[in-house]
T-cell receptor
Framework: GQNIDQPTEMTATEGAIVQINCTYQ??????LFWYQQHAGEAPTFLSY??LDGLEEKGRFSSFLSRSKGYSYLLLKELQMKDSASYLC??????????WGAGTKLIIKP | GAVVSQHPSWVICKSGTSVKIECRSL??????MFWYRQFPKQSLMLMAT?????????EQGVEKDKFLINHASLTLSTLTVTSAHPEDSSFYIC????????????FGPGTRLTVL
């Protein structure tokens, strides 16, 4: 079966660093995506990993280990506007996205 | 970047009526468009995948006669919710992909449907 796991909710402090983990088991793998979704809005693209390793993009970094079925999204220098849900999604062998349930990140001052 | 628009952004309708939602790719040709539904505090649920000029592929459990999808051109797909009922109230989001190396999906802003 297909399964994507990520924590339901996390809390962090403004200015700090937070790591959101995602583990997966899917039929086929054509890449892993991280999306940010603010309440009442559509998801927005953050990152894409298809090879093992770390991809850095400003304050956000994403890591992938295909052998472990594991990824994380690292957010540095947290800002209040980073409060949102973060969705991990796998593109399967049919090039369809399989979505995790999302991690709600709460940033406190 | 690639832009996808959706119209309307929100709609309120009476039970039993039909509602049409449009999804447009504004600056690229979308070979594939996806329709999602998202209930509060839940993840995105894929309803159907449509390729231009062919019939949509519906996910298991999604009634094709109730959720009519038309992908008439490379820039436009429509979702019609027929005979809407209160349980159809949800956030409907379309996404489009086309020609990129990793088939990134670009999302529309979503349509919030409330059926009274």
């Amino acid at each position: 079966g297909q399964n994507i796991d990520q924590p339901t909710e996390m809390t962090a402090t403004e200015g700090a660093i937070v790591q959101i983990n995602c583990t997966y088991q899917t039929s086929g793998f054509n890449g892993l995506f991280w999306y940010q979704q603010h309440a009442g809005e559509a998801p927005t693209f953050l990152s894409y990993n298809v090879l093992d390793g770390l991809e850095e993009k400003g304050r956000f970094s994403s890591f992938l280990s295909r052998s472990k079925g594991y990824s994380y999204l690292l957010l540095k220098e947290l800002q209040m506007k980073d409060s949102a849900s973060y969705l991990c999604a796998i593109m399967d062998s049919n090039y369809q996205l399989i979505w995790g349930a999302g991690t709600k990140l709460i940033i406190k001052p | 970047g690639a832009v996808v628009s959706q119209h309307p952004s929100w709609v309120i309708c009476k039970s039993g009526t039909s509602v049409k939602i449009e999804c447009r790719s504004l600056d690229f040709q979308a070979t594939t468009m996806f329709w999602y539904r998202q209930f509060p505090k839940q993840s995105l649920m894929l309803m159907a995948t449509s390729n231009e000029g062919s019939k949509a592929t519906y996910e298991q459990g999604v009634e094709k006669d109730k959720f009519l999808i038309n992908h008439a051109s490379l820039t436009l797909s429509t979702l019609t919710v027929t005979s809407a009922h209160p349980e159809d109230s949800s956030f409907y989001i379309c996404s489009a992909s086309g020609g990129l190396d990793y088939n990134e999906q670009f999302f529309g802003p979503g349509t919030r449907l409330t059926v009274l």
